[in-house]
């Protein structure tokens, strides 16, 4: 059980991480134009 917990978290880490750096880029995108 505490195996999927590991692996959901690290999901949503992964997930919060790969927004973060495509918020990113879409600013840095709009800075741009």
Avoid: G, N, P, W
Avoid at 13 to 25: E, I, P, S
């Amino acid at each position: 059980m505490c195996f999927y917990i590991f692996i959901i978290c690290l999901f949503f880490y992964f997930a919060f991480a790969f927004k973060d750096t495509l918020v990113q880029r879409l600013s840095v995108l709009t800075a741009v134009l």
